[in-house]
């Protein structure tokens, strides 16, 4: 049998698993906690010699013969795809080969990586080689000795190679093997990557004990107290254990009787994601010959359901998570250490208060960091059989006896690795996965390690071996059902919510509303952290890959690409929606009797808001400050809501919109937890001056045109269409408005795209002229054209009357109604967009508004904009998704202005009422069209859109719809648009 296709043996001289902890030497290297002076440590990271071949069985028996045939060279760690070898493959459920478990295809790739050392070690010391991840299968083989194999990619492996090692010149060989039986619990939504992918290292016990150590905390009645317990596993040596804070010793810990250690803490400062404080515990081991110290960070901190509630400490908690793979755009699973710290320090940045690790453990160091920065985590087993879903037998190896001792051990490797993490609080015995007896005998097995935790699995859809109740993507109607439901229930939160594939997701305040309503919801986690899209160069450009384009079939294209982080590191709009609707603090503006009062709501679980600064300002329109004030805030209690009468502002002359900007800081560090503005006072409206001018019209053939000294304007008398418009000889519009119902469809809108595309044909519109006339007026002249706007084969559309009144000065007045006209009973439920296109001058490169933003926004995805005066130029305003799709669109614009580089000339546009913008440097056409960022073809003007409105984003692509109230609808319209010219002269006059 091959011993990767027997599913009875998960290892062969592998180590047990032990908690990550390192040895020390001396006591200070042990409060230094530094990897390199671990005992022993020597890092076998680098490069290593390689060979690539097409089955295990071609690797060549002969040691000597195959160590030379290692002819190639390749890092440690990498994944072999992203070095030419293999082939790269996306596929979300699917497995790549038959399902025939536990056999795998016969060819199966595999590589053999070669590495050449010194060592030494003195009598009664053993050498321990550690693996932190291998993908999939792998065995070990030292100076032509064979030393053990390995299963579980994600899962450390240690090995005692002391017998077989020498001083010098060691010549250690891996061979690794892409599939396995294991593969089949290793079916995660994911690229499909091989190879020693995780840092690889030596380290030595120097009086030959394996020993391992679990901390756990116990707190006593009140929680002011805790017992800590700690035992010391696998050892007859003695130690002695002192607890340290901030690399000081603040007391010895009672002595240990047979292996175990209790004693009372009084009053230690407790572990939260809010207060993140960690304690050393420092382990001096007596060994045979010598002392060494082992130090441990943890914790005082309990996990516990109390009256059907997650609570930490004995509170409540609220989880406002994200789900977390490891990858890197360029390294795919290898993740380097300032990545991971990155992204802790952004999660901590954004509001993220949980990280759920989908669908594997990380890297030890990545719990380190939640550790330190206070971070929740759901530490989740390396464990996904997905593929049997569509053989109609999902259970078929979850429910089979015959496997238990794969998903056990999965289970229990990461539990003994992690147990020491204040961070973790609840295991989750994997993903996707069906349910039967083989996760009751991880849960079994996990709770006879650690009792301490909850354990999680959303497969468990009756939540019989699972602490907590999960759902994922749950739709609002039934998470508010499941919220009702509380009575004698299990907590619930949402393991995945919030798609943030493309632009999106829309909908999370009211996740957000719905969970913070009922009790038993006790939040979630975002699916997810961030794009899994591959990075390229080609023709000078980086772009980004996702499955289908390395040739790789069946594949799930771009699903993989919904992080809330761009693939360069950028945050997404949604990371900033997402750090709005996770805000800790909570205002609401209350007016009575004259008196203003700001009404501040702490939504941390644990810490009160005095190290909290409120900087409150008065803005005019503009951005102007009129006035300010900073405040540092009392101690708000957790959930506690107070009122302040702030003081009230006014201007008399009322030329503009005053808002007030709250911005909450953090006082030390002047980091923005959240911000909000409230309009105080809305500006009187004034009627637009228009002066009156004479124009020459002149009629040929086809064209209408009016012009006088200023300016130009020539329509099609054929087609309605307004194709020049110019201001003293400079063209603004070249053509348009033109009606539109169509946006470049986003990946929520993947499930509406059929019905939209070949039922309704939202895409091809096409006008019909009912109607053209100008006329003379006392001020200048009105072009009037009717129309009617219908798609293709459509019993309904759309009577339209646009209304030009052209005044001097080039100003332009654009009344625009648009009728429903529906002769037929089959109608769509929810358009796209509403909109009108106007190609203008391209040179007006520079794009500023008075609306939402600075961000793109969209009715459903709009917490984190807020009102003001925005600039930016065009080529900026485009959001580059990895899938090229509709984006930077800004709501609420009441005027704005196009302007040269130069700003020597420009036009304004008044929008009443106010309207959504849009502006491109390239259609919608060739935005749809484009499969890649970098494949946008860039059209010789630029393209505006002003929408009546559009559909919101919803979370569609794996989730709910938009909510009814953000479905856009067949419906009456009114607008006005105002062009008026800039010129740099006039803007001077003015001043
Ligand atoms: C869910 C998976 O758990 C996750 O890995 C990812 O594939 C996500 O969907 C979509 O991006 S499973 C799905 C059936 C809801």
Request: charge should be negative; include cysteine.
């Amino acid at each position: 049998m091959k011993p990767w296709e027997n599913i009875h043996a998960v290892a062969d001289n592998r180590l047990q698993p032990v908690a990550a902890f390192n040895r020390y030497q001396t006591l200070q290297d042990a409060l230094d906690m530094e990897e390199e002076a671990t005992i022993g440590f020597q890092s076998l990271n680098g490069l290593w010699q390689f060979r690539y071949f097409h089955t295990p069985e071609e690797v060549p028996q002969n040691f000597i013969e195959l160590w030379k045939s290692l002819n190639e060279q390749i890092e440690v760690p990498s994944c072999w795809q992203l070095k030419g070898y293999d082939q790269m493959h996306y596929t979300d459920v699917l497995y790549p080969f038959p399902i025939n478990p536990p056999f795998v295809p016969t060819e199966n790739p595999t590589g053999v990586y070669g590495y050449e050392f010194d060592y030494e070690v003195n009598k009664g010391e053993r050498a321990i080689l550690q693996f932190e991840g291998v993908s999939a299968y792998f065995e070990v083989y030292l100076n032509g000795e064979y030393i053990g194999f390995s299963k579980g990619s994600r899962l450390e492996s240690r090995f005692d190679i002391s017998e077989y090692l020498k001083p010098n010149g060691n010549q250690l060989i891996v061979k690794v093997v892409k599939w396995s039986d294991g593969t089949y619990l290793e079916d995660q939504d994911m690229w499909w990557l091989s190879g020693i992918f995780r840092p690889v290292r030596l380290y030595k016990l120097i009086d030959g004990e394996d020993l391992d150590i679990q901390i756990d905390t116990q707190p006593q009645e009140g929680y002011e107290d805790f017992q800590l317990s700690v035992q010391i596993k696998h050892t007859k040596s003695n130690a002695r254990l002192y607890l340290y804070e901030n690399g000081k010793r603040i007391r010895e810990v009672n002595p240990l009787i047979d292996g175990k250690s209790l004693t009372t803490i009084l009053a230690p400062k407790r572990w939260t994601a809010e207060t993140p404080h960690l304690y050393t515990l420092i382990c001096e081991i007596e060994g045979k010959d010598d002392f060494y110290f082992i130090p441990v960070k943890f914790g005082f901190r309990e996990v516990r359901i109390i009256q059907n509630q997650i609570c930490i400490n004995g509170v409540p908690i609220f989880l406002n998570g994200v789900n977390r793979h490891d990858f890197n755009p360029k390294n795919g699973l290898v993740v380097s250490r300032e990545q991971m710290k990155s992204d802790v320090e952004m999660m901590k940045t954004f509001n993220i208060n949980a990280v759920r690790t989908a669908h594997y453990p990380n890297q030890s160091y990545f719990y380190e960091l939640c550790d330190e920065y206070g971070l929740y985590v759901i530490d989740e087993a390396d464990l996904e059989c997905h593929g049997f879903e569509n053989t109609g037998v999902y259970d078929w190896i979850s429910d089979n006896q015959l496997w238990e001792k794969q998903y056990v051990d999965r289970g229990v490797r990461m539990v003994e690795r992690d147990k020491n993490h204040p961070s973790i609080i609840m295991w989750s015995l994997g993903n996707e996965s069906s349910s039967g007896q083989n996760f009751t005998a991880m849960y079994g097995a996990i709770k006879q390690i650690d009792s301490s935790r909850l354990i999680h699995y959303e497969g468990d859809k009756q939540a019989a071996y699972s602490d907590v109740y999960t759902t994922m993507y749950t739709n609002y109607e039934k998470l508010e059902q499941l919220g009702k439901l509380s009575e004698g229930r299990k907590p619930h939160i949402l393991c995945e919510y919030g798609h943030a594939m493309g632009n999106g997701p829309g909908g999370l305040e009211e996740y957000q509303r719905i969970m913070r309503k009922y009790s038993r919801l006790q939040g979630g986690f975002i699916w997810e952290w961030y794009d899994q899209a591959i990075e390229i160069e080609r023709d000078g450009e980086t772009t980004y890959f996702y499955g289908g384009d390395f040739k790789d079939t069946p594949n799930n294209s771009n699903f993989c690409v919904d992080g809330l982080i761009h693939p360069d590191r950028s945050p997404s709009t949604a990371l900033y929606e997402v750090k709005k609707v996770f805000e800790p603090i909570k205002t609401e503006l209350i007016q009575e009797n004259k008196q203003l009062k700001l009404s501040i709501q702490n939504l941390y679980d644990f810490i009160d808001l005095s190290t909290i600064q409120l900087e409150l300002c008065y803005l005019n329109e503009e951005g102007g400050c009129l006035f300010s004030k900073m405040k540092n805030l009392p101690a708000i209690l957790p959930g506690e809501i107070r009122q302040f009468p702030i003081e009230t502002f006014s201007v008399q002359d009322g030329t503009q919109d005053i808002y007030l900007r709250l911005r909450f800081k953090q006082q030390e560090t002047g980091h923005l937890v959240t911000e909000n503005q409230f309009l105080i006072q809305k500006k009187k409206s004034t009627e637009p001056h228009f002066e009156s001018a004479k124009f020459k019209v002149e009629q040929e053939h086809m064209k209408l045109t009016i012009q006088n000294e200023s300016s130009k304007a020539v329509f099609n008398q054929v087609t309605g269409l307004l194709e020049t418009y110019a201001y003293q000889g400079e063209v603004f519009i070249q053509q348009g408005p033109r009606m539109t119902l169509w946006r470049a469809p986003i990946d929520n809108d993947m499930y509406q795209l059929k019905e939209w595309q070949e039922t309704f044909f939202l895409n091809k519109l096409s006008e019909q002229l009912r109607g053209f006339d100008y006329q003379e007026t006392a001020d200048g002249i009105t072009v009037s054209v009717r129309k009617y706007v219908g798609a293709l084969n459509q019993g309904w559309g759309y009577e339209v009357e646009l209304t030009y009144n052209f005044f001097g000065k080039g100003m332009l007045n654009l009344f625009i109604e648009g009728k429903p006209k529906i002769n037929c009973v089959e109608i769509p439920k929810m358009l796209p967009r509403i909109g009108f296109e106007f190609q203008v001058n391209q040179q007006l490169s520079e794009f500023s508004w008075y609306g939402l933003g600075p961000r793109e926004n969209y009715s459903d995805s709009k917490a984190s904009a807020f009102m003001g005066t925005y600039h930016s130029t065009v080529e900026n305003l485009h959001v580059p998704y990895v899938f090229p799709q509709e984006n930077g669109a800004h709501m609420n614009v009441e005027y704005a202005a196009l302007q040269d580089g130069k700003k020597e000339s420009g036009w304004k546009l008044s929008m009443n009422p106010p309207r959504m913008l849009t502006i491109h440097d390239y259609t919608k056409e060739a935005l749809e069209k484009a499969m890649h960022s970098d494949e946008i073809e860039k059209s010789p003007f630029n393209v505006l859109t002003i929408d009546i409105a559009q559909s919101g984003l919803g979370s569609n692509s794996c989730g709910p719809e938009q909510q009814e109230a953000h479905r856009l609808k067949i419906q009456p319209f009114v607008t006005e648009i105002n062009f008026e010219p800039m010129k740099r002269e006039e803007k001077q006059d003015e001043h």
